[in-house]
């Protein structure tokens, strides 16, 4: 489950990629793969939304060191930071 994350992850920040390759270059098919790739994504982050809690709750030991939830948690600072600055910029025009 947490591949799975971390494979929707990497399609979010492809499809990201793709729509400004589109923006600069026209190219439509990069626009049909971004579509793809963030629906792909998106889905798979919804499919997996319950790993976090599960994976937090169990007891952590040393190996839990090198855990594929700190990599997750590093992939998706940008997400935080984005939603942080969307939630900052609306209590301006509040």
């Given amino acids: 489950m947490v591949l799975l994350r971390l494979l929707a992850d990497i399609l979010i920040?492809?499809?990201?990629?793709?729509?400004?390759y589109?923006?600069?270059?026209?190219d439509t098919t990069a626009l049909w793969i971004a579509?793809?790739?963030?629906?792909?994504?998106?889905?798979l982050i919804w499919f997996t939304a319950d790993i976090r809690p599960s994976q937090?709750?169990?007891?952590?030991?040393s190996s839990d060191m090198?855990?594929?939830?700190?990599?997750?948690?590093i992939l998706e600072i940008p997400f935080y930071v984005i939603g942080w600055l969307f939630r900052g910029l609306w209590r301006i025009f509040d």
């Fill in 13 to 20: 920040y492809t499809a990201f990629g793709l729509i400004i």
């Fill in 22 to 26: 589109w923006y600069v270059t026209s």
């Fill in 35 to 43: 579509i793809g790739c963030g629906v792909f994504g998106i889905l």
């Fill in 56 to 61: 937090r709750q169990r007891r952590h030991t």
């Fill in 66 to 73: 090198w855990d594929w939830l700190y990599f997750i948690d």
